[in-house]
């Protein structure tokens, strides 16, 4: 029996996770076909109890459903239950288990921005989605003492600092509300930047002016594209790492958790970078253009809802 393996979220009308994925299924002849799920959040339960079936080897979560998905599994892992958001599912039996492998996948990228340096101690997050929860978790691990988190919705940005509360207690981690002066303050004591708003993802749009942005400083976007923000960085003199790194060693992470394999790096790697340069910038999806094809593993009965 063919398993299948679905990304819901909404919307997931094109996406690099599907390209990557499947392509790591068929080299290593692992009879499995990834699909992609258009769910609105008012169906999400009951899509949750449809992998309960045998066929289902088991599902990626994303926009905007990876918190929602947290009290519909039966057991959370460790990264999962601190995140608070998760962005993998397996089966243990009739059993649902959440994981969430953006947190390893945002180490790899963290260490790779970093490079030979020092590890710094002060960051900047923008961005108080489930993206930002694996940022913030990860750069806590990283024994980070300063971390400002800005997001449009401030109370956003005060649900996630509260709710690392015990896991931030040796620490500062804060909110703030978006205002550019207070943002370019923060960011002339910090070294690292990261952007975990989806600003620059369909259009190129940058969270902030590049006056802003001072020289040395570290910046990863967790959108896989060179975005404005990215662009101006480096123009300024920054440091700058786009999205990839992260979303092929959060899917590497899955892969191996679904099928208990290492992961085809390499190849996953290649099909990321073909699937990015057929136009998709998404791990998750975007809105289907009125002349565009579904992605690349996207199966027919997937486009529904
Ligand atoms: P969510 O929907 O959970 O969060 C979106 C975030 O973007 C919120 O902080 C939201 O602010 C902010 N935002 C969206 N639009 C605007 C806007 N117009 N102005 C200001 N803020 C805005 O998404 P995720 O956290 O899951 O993903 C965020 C980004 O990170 C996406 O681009 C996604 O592709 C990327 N990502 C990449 C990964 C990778 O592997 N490379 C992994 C995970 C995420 P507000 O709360 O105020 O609405």
Redesign the pocket.
Known sequence: MTKRIVLIGHPVAHSLSGAMQQAAFDKLGIDARYELWDRAPIALAETITELRADEFLGANV???H??RVVPLVDRLTEEAHVTG?V?TITREGKKLVGHNT?VP??KV?LDRLVGRQKMPRHAVV?????????VVYGLIREGFQRIIVF????H??ESLVKHFGRSAAHMELRAMP?HESIIEAELAKTKVLI???????TAD?T?LPAAILPPELLVLD???DRTRLLRDAEAAGCTVA??????????AASFTLWTGQPAPLELMGEALADARARGVR???GEPADPVGGAAAGSAPESAAS
């Open positions: 994303t926009i905007p990876k918190e958001a962005n953006d996948g945002f990228a923008l961005g108080a989605g489930g993206g930002a929860r694996a997001n449009r919705h401030l956003r940005a978006w952007n975990a708003t989806s600003i620059g993802l749009e969270p967790l959108i896989y786009d999205g990839e790194q992260m979303l092929l060693h959060q899917g998404s791990a998750e």
